[in-house]
T-cell receptor, first 110, second 114 residues
Framework: DAKTTQPTSMDCAEGRAANLPCNHS???????VYWYRQIHSQGPQYIIH???NNETNEMASLIITEDRKSSTLILPHATLRDTAVYYC???????????FGGGTRLMVKP | GAGVSQSPSNKVTEKGKDVELRCDPI?????LYWYRQSLGQGLEFLIY????????KSGLPSDRFSAERTGGSVSTLTIQRTQQEDSAVYLC????????????FGPGTRLLVL
């Protein structure tokens, strides 16, 4: 199963873009990359996922490198409410149980 | 639409008591998962239901833990003879059938065993 590596923490100024990197060098060809976030004391919230192409939705953009060994989650205009732990996940067993590692603790500062 | 709901939001119990935690998945979602998250830790998979198939119980930590899913919808996680180390947030997630559909999480039940 592909494992992911993320920085432990990052800071971002309010209103600026937050770029959260993730390495998944052992990902296989049919495995997706998912991003979730967990705001303090809440359940994990789905953000976005992708396979090969870059993806964008109302929350974020996902940029996946051509070799698929890494990806970057972009929050284009971070707000204080985006302060959370962000998890990059490559699900085991074709979309079954999710394994959340340590994630990146993003602190958005005024 | 309505998301995954869980009840109770918080539960305080005494060591040795049994507890039941409830999960209402998103309507139409055939797959349901239970996870737990200890303070400051990542998610620990507990059990997975998919339609009428036998559940994947590989993550249950002991035989004190069990779960049922009635009518393919609501699920109940039961912890018998609770121990202090069972204190955690218990999270439920659901998704549609298929390989890559997204899991949507409920708000969790915070269990404290005194």
């Amino acid at each position: 199963d592909a494992k992911t590596t993320q920085p432990t923490s990052m800071d971002c100024a309010e209103g600026r873009a937050a770029n959260l990197p993730c390495n998944h060098s052992t990902i296989s060809g049919n495995e997706y990359v998912y991003w979730y976030r967990q705001i303090h004391s809440q359940g994990p919230q789905y953000i976005i996922h992708g396979l090969k192409n870059n993806e964008t939705n109302e929350m974020a953009s996902l940029i996946i490198t051509e070799d698929r060994k890494s990806s970057t989650l972009i929050l284009p205009h971070a707000t204080l409410r985006d302060t959370a732990v962000y998890y990059c996940i490559v699900p085991q067993n074709a979309g079954n149980m999710l394994t959340f590692g340590g994630g990146t603790r993003l602190m958005v500062k005024p | 639409g309505a998301g995954v709901s869980q009840s109770p939001s918080n539960k305080v119990t005494e060591k040795g008591k049994d507890v039941e935690l409830r999960c209402d998945p998103i309507s139409g979602h055939t797959a349901l998962y239970w996870y737990r998250q200890s303070l400051g830790q990542g998610l620990e998979f507990l059990i997975y239901f998919q339609g009428n198939s036998a559940p994947d119980k590989s993550g249950l930590p002991s035989d004190r833990f069990s779960a049922e899913r009635t009518g393919g919808s609501v699920s109940t996680l039961t912890i018998q003879r609770t121990q202090q180390e069972d204190s955690a947030v218990y999270l439920c997630a659901s998704r549609t059938s298929g390989g890559q559909e997204t899991q949507y999480f409920g708000p969790g039940t915070r269990l404290l065993v005194l």
